[in-house]
């Protein structure tokens, strides 16, 4: 098995006489590569398989000749959108195919386009969610500003609304100050008799005399009485 590049590198089906060239190993066509053996046109070649990596020394359809041929009549590539496909007839027999790409310098300015046109839509997506945070970073500081503002000027009418009343306040009564709340009456005792914390009795056990007499005596209900 050789080592050394193949002289046909065959991309996709190719054909010889119409009919499919196939891999003698697994069947598939869509991966051959082509060596020749010797120095004469009717020598056969070798085609190895990259599917399955069956080697076959001897081909019973290609010759070097067919691959002189085919390498002759390749179309080759300009541009990246071209391929490179061939026709070749060698004694009577017609070998048609697609050979691998190889790289042209039109590959190259395809490459740099694609991944100048990716980095300009991370870049475009980059930048983008850049304004986005600063658009909402300015939309709260600006809605806390107002807010603050708002507050703010709450808290200054507020004072001036105080301000005003207190104004008006000492303008009616001539500055004598805010009224004094009325003080909640008392509720009255339910001891008969009880005045002011004092229940007054008639009685003569307390009696100096002896005789029926009033003495006044402290509540033990409401105990209102004034301290003397």
């Given at each position: 098995?050789?080592?050394?590049?193949?002289?046909?590198?065959?991309?996709?089906?190719?054909?010889?006489?119409?009919?499919?060239?196939?891999?003698?190993?697994?069947?598939?066509?869509?991966?051959?590569?082509?060596y020749?053996?010797?120095?004469?046109?009717?020598?056969?070649?070798?085609?190895?398989?990259?599917?399955?990596?069956?080697?076959?020394?001897?081909?019973?359809?290609?010759?070097?000749?067919?691959?002189?041929?085919?390498?002759?009549a390749?179309?080759?590539?300009?541009?990246?959108?071209?391929?490179?496909?061939?026709?070749?007839?060698?004694?009577?027999?017609?070998?048609?195919?697609?050979?691998?790409?190889?790289?042209?310098?039109?590959?190259?300015?395809?490459?740099?386009?694609?991944?100048?046109?990716?980095?300009?839509?991370?870049?475009?997506?980059w930048?983008?969610?850049?304004?986005?945070?600063?658009?909402?970073?300015?939309?709260?500081?600006?809605?806390?500003?107002?807010?603050?503002?708002?507050?703010?000027?709450?808290?200054?009418?507020?004072?001036?609304?105080?301000?005003?009343?207190?104004?008006d306040?000492?303008?009616?009564?001539?500055?004598?100050?805010?009224?004094?709340?009325p003080?909640?009456?008392?509720?009255?005792?339910?001891?008969?008799?009880?005045?002011?914390?004092?229940?007054?009795?008639?009685?003569?056990?307390?009696?100096?005399?002896?005789?029926?007499?009033?003495?006044?005596?402290?509540?033990?209900?409401?105990?209102?009485?004034?301290?003397?």
């Open positions: 098995m050789l080592t050394s590049p193949p002289d046909l590198a065959l991309q996709g089906l190719a054909h010889v006489d119409e009919t499919p060239l196939l891999c003698t190993g697994c069947g598939s066509g869509y991966a051959l590569r082509i020749k053996r010797g120095p004469r046109e009717p020598f056969p070649a070798s085609v190895s398989c990259l599917g399955c990596g069956h080697w076959e020394d001897c081909s019973p359809v290609l010759t070097n000749g067919m691959v002189d041929a085919a390498l002759e390749r179309t080759g590539r300009k541009v990246a959108a071209d391929i490179d496909t061939f026709v070749a007839e060698w004694r009577g027999r017609i070998f048609q195919g697609e050979l691998v790409a190889d790289f042209i310098p039109d590959d190259a300015v395809v490459m740099l386009k694609a991944l100048h046109g990716e980095v300009s839509k991370d870049a475009r997506r930048w983008g969610g850049k304004k986005r945070a600063a658009r909402t970073r300015a939309k709260e500081t600006t809605g806390a500003v107002k807010a603050a503002a708002k507050e703010e000027a709450g808290g200054a009418a507020g004072a001036a609304k105080s301000a005003a009343l207190a104004t306040w000492a303008l009616r009564t001539g500055g004598a100050g805010p009224a004094t709340a003080k909640k009456p008392r509720s009255r005792c339910t001891v008969k008799g009880c005045r002011g914390g004092m229940v007054t009795l008639s009685t003569k056990v307390h009696s100096t005399t002896g005789k029926t007499s009033e003495v006044k005596i402290p509540c033990g209900v409401c105990h209102r009485r004034k301290p003397v």
